[in-house]
């Protein structure tokens, strides 16, 4: 049996169908809602981390041959790749926001020692 052209068209509606199917499994289901890049017979979908990657191979096999029956392709794959984030970090004790205003405004810890201001307070 000869494999046929998949449209973006069909792929999405397959894809669609698929993450109905798997709607009752929260994690799942959030991971298909991501975004996908098609470049036949490759695609690839964007995830933010690791985590999400152990999630998808719990079910990759199952979608994979849900797109190639869907789609009378063979030639499907599924591929991942992570996507940059930013490394920005968190700030959550008066320290942290202390230092990161003082590295904004120099002029802080000058302030802070005349004022014997205590951040901790």
């Known amino acids: 049996m000869a494999n046929e052209l998949v449209s973006a068209t069909d792929l999405k509606r397959a894809w669609s169908e698929f993450a109905e199917l798997r709607k ?25 981390n690791p985590v999400e990657e152990s999630l998808l191979d719990n079910f990759r096999r199952d979608l994979t041959q849900f797109l190639r029956d869907r789609l009378r392709n063979s030639d499907l794959t599924l591929a991942s790749a992570l996507q940059n984030t930013s490394g920005k970090k968190v700030i959550y004790t008066a320290r942290e926001k202390f230092e990161h205003l003082a590295e904004k405004y120099p002029h802080l810890r000058e302030l802070k020692e005349r004022l014997g201001l205590d951040w901790e307070f």
């Open 24 to 48: 009752a499994q929260a994690a799942e289901y959030q991971i298909l809602s991501r975004e996908y890049h098609y470049e036949s017979p490759v695609i690839t979908i964007h995830l933010l």
